[in-house]
C-alpha cells in the first residue's frame, strides 16, 4: 500500500508547490489585493458567476490568441487572393448606401417651401422668395427677447471678453463666471436653492431623467410627453407606467395600481418618480400642477416637471406654472426650463433643491460630457430675466394677443383648438368629418401644408408642428401651431389671423 501510493503522493506534493508558488507570483502583482476580494464577494454571492466568468475568461484569451488576419498555412484557404485587376475593378463597381433614404415627393414639396428669411429675423422678417415683410407667428418668441437691443448689445461686450465658445465642458475649463451667475438669476428668479445649466435644450430633459432614474425604479408620465422626455426615460431603463393625457383621474388610478402592485408581490420600496410638462409641446394643453402636486404628496412620489414651454411666458412674470398657480416651487422636486425658448438665448436648465443640483454636476450626460454654453448666451439669459423681471407687461401683452387670437379662432367652425387658453402655443386641428377616433395623418399633412404656403403667400409666416414620425410613443395629431408674442401689436396679430381664418373657412367650408 505505500509503495502504491507513494508515485500519488509525489503527484499531490509536486501540484501543491506549482500553486502555491502561483499564488506567491500572483501576491507579488500590483492589485492582486483586489482581485482577491472581488473574486471572494462574487464567489461567496453567486458561485455560479465565478464558474462563468472563467468560461469567458479563457474564450476571450483563445480568441486573442488565434490568428484572424494572417494567410498563413494552416489557414490559408479561407481568404480569396485577387490581382490587382480584380480589386481595381471591384472598387470602381463599389457604391455606398446611401446615408439617409430619399426624400418622397411630398417631404421634397415641403422642404421647398420652407421660408428663406432675409437679415435678422424678428416680428417682422423680410422673405426672400417674396421680397416682402411678413407678419411672424411661427418662431418661439414670445416676450420679443430676440429683439431687445439691450441684451443685443450685453451680447456684443461678452463676445469681446470672452469670445464666442467655451471650448469645454463644464467640468474641466468650459465654466465662466458668466455661467454660475446665470444658474443663479434662474434660481433666485425661480425662488429655488440652487439651479444648473445645460448647453442643449433638447438633451437637458433627456439627461435630467438618467441623473436619477435607474433601473428598478418607477417612472408614471403622461402619454402625451415630447420625445426628449422619452428618450430620457429610455436612457434611465426605469419601469414607466403611462396614464392618459392630461387626466389626473387616470395619474391617480395609476399611482394606485403600482402601489397595489408593490403590496402584493411584497417588494421593497423603490425610487418613484411623476414626470408630465408644464404646457405641452404637443397640443397646448396645460397641467394642474395643484392637484399634481396633492397626488405626488399623498402617494410620495418625485415630481420632474418640464416648463420648456412655460417658463417664460404664462405668469405674472413669466416664471411659469408655479407663478400662474401661485404654488411654491420647492412643491416640486426639479423644475426643468429652456433658456432657449423662455430666454430667447440657447440650452436649458434645472431648479431645485442644492443636493438636487449638485448630483446632476456629476452623474448628468449632458453636464459632464457636452461643452457647456457660449459665455455671451449666458449673458443674454441673464439679462433676459432682467427685463422678465421688470418688465411685467411683456407678459400682459403677451396674454392680450393669445386672448385677440383665440377669440378670431373660435369662430370657424371646420378646426378645434385642444390648447390652454393661456397657452402662447395654439395648435388648430382639422375637425373630423366622422366619428372616428382615428385621424389620416398623410391627408391632414398635406391640407394643412396647403394652409400653410397660401398663408406666406398672404405675407403671415405660420408653421406646421413638426414631427419626426415613428420615434415617439403614439403619433401625434397633425396641426398648425401658432406661436404669439408679445413683439406684435395686438393689431398685427389680429390682422394675421384673420388671414388665416379666411384661409380655412374658404378651404373646408
Known sequence: ??????????????????????????????????????????????????????????????????????????????????????????????????LSRPLDDVEAAELAAVPVVAGPNGPHPTLVNTGKPAINLASLNFTGLANNEHIKQRALEAMRKYGVGSCGPTGFYGNFDVHIQCEKDIAEFLDTESAILYWQGFSTISSVIPAFCKRGDIIVVDRAVTLSVQKGMEISRSTIRWYDHNDLHSLEEVL????????????????????????????????????????????????????????????????????????????????????????????????????VVEHQ????????????????????????????????SLLTRLQDNIRAARALLDQVECISIPSHRASPIIHIYLRNTTDAPVFDIEREERLLQEVVEEAMAQGVMITKAKRVRGLEISEARPSIRLAMSSALSKSDTEKAVHVLVKILKRKFR
Open 361 to 392: 454636476r456629476i452623474n448628468a450626460p449632458a453636464y459632464v460630457f457636452s461643452a457647456s454654453m457660449p459665455p455671451l448666451l449666458a449673458v443674454s439669459a441673464s439679462e433676459g430675466i432682467n427685463v422678465l423681471r421688470d418688465t411685467p
Open 1 to 98: 500500500m505505500a509503495s502504491a501510493s507513494s508515485p500519488l503522493d509525489t503527484v499531490v506534493l509536486t501540484i501543491a508547490q506549482s500553486l502555491s508558488a502561483v499564488e506567491r507570483t500572483f501576491y507579488k502583482l500590483p492589485g492582486s489585493a483586489i482581485i482577491e476580494r472581488y473574486v471572494r464577494s462574487s464567489h461567496q454571492n453567486d458561485p455560479g458567476r465565478t464558474f462563468l466568468e472563467l468560461i469567458i475568461f479563457f474564450l476571450v484569451v483563445r480568441t486573442l490568441l488565434q490568428s484572424r488576419t494572417r494567410a498563413d498555412s494552416n489557414n490559408a484557404k479561407n481568404f480569396i487572393e485577387f490581382t490587382e485587376k480584380e480589386i481595381d475593378e471591384l472598387v470602381e463597381d463599389w457604391v455606398p448606401e446611401p
Open 256 to 355: 394606485q395600481s403600482v402601489e397595489k402592485e408593490r403590496r402584493k408581490r411584497k417588494g421593497p420600496l423603490t425610487r418613484r418618480f411623476i414626470i408630465t410638462e408644464g404646457i405641452f409641446e404637443r397640443d397646448g394643453t396645460m397641467t394642474d400642477l395643484p392637484k399634481l402636486i396633492e397626488l405626488k404628496q399623498k402617494y410620495k412620489y418625485r415630481l420632474i416637471l418640464d416648463e420648456s414651454f412655460s417658463f417664460g411666458s404664462v405668469g405674472r412674470t413669466g416664471r411659469g406654472l408655479t407663478e400662474l398657480y401661485n404654488v411654491k416651487a420647492s412643491k416640486v422636486d426639479m423644475l426643468v426650463g429652456s433658456c432657449a425658448i423662455g430666454l430667447c438665448a440657447t440650452g436649458g436648465f434645472c431648479a431645485g433643491s442644492k443636493n
